[in-house]
């Protein structure tokens, strides 16, 4: 059994509320070199929820976040750079990053939830388990 990290993605159409409904899962296993997403949006319920809300750009949001997940993402664009406190450092592109990435707090339609754990043997049915668990 290896551990792992989950994180639940919520639609938050009014961050202001805090209110949300939980739309997706990604979960990092790095001792499989696993890094996936899995989603599902109930359209009838999200616009029952938040009439006013852009179903389009919340798909939009999920499909950056599997690509994140899978690496493509920065595909043809390099390896990026940040300021720190010590200077300017290269980016890492790795699965540990880019769950990062994913983990990262922020205040727009699509947010992490809290990092949660566990442990495994196969992380791809962890996942579907947790996408089933966890949204509706």
């Known amino acids: 059994m290896d551990p792992y990290q989950y994180v639940a993605l919520r639609c ?3 961050p ?3 209110e949300f409904v939980n739309v997706g899962v990604v979960l990092y296993c790095p001792a499989q070199r696993f890094l996936g997403a899995a989603w599902r949006l109930d359209e ?3 616009t ?3 009439p ?3 179903l389009e750009a919340v798909r939009s ?3 950056a976040v599997d690509l994140l997940c899978s690496g493509e993402a920065q595909s043809g664009h390099g390896v990026g750079t940040r300021a720190t406190a010590y200077g300017i450092r290269e980016l890492a592109d790795d ?3 880019r769950f990062g990435l994913v983990t990262a707090p922020r205040s727009t339609v699509l947010q992490p939830g809290p990092v949660h754990g566990g442990m495994t043997v ?3 049915s962890n996942l579907r388990r947790l996408l089933d668990h966890l949204v509706p």
């Open 12 to 14: 938050v159409p009014r």
């Open 16 to 18: 202001d509320r805090e």
């Open 44 to 46: 009838a319920r999200l």
């Open 48 to 50: 029952a929820f938040a």
């Open 52 to 54: 006013e809300l852009d």
């Open 61 to 63: 949001a999920l499909v």
């Open 95 to 97: 699965q540990s990053s």
């Open 122 to 124: 196969d992380p791809a």
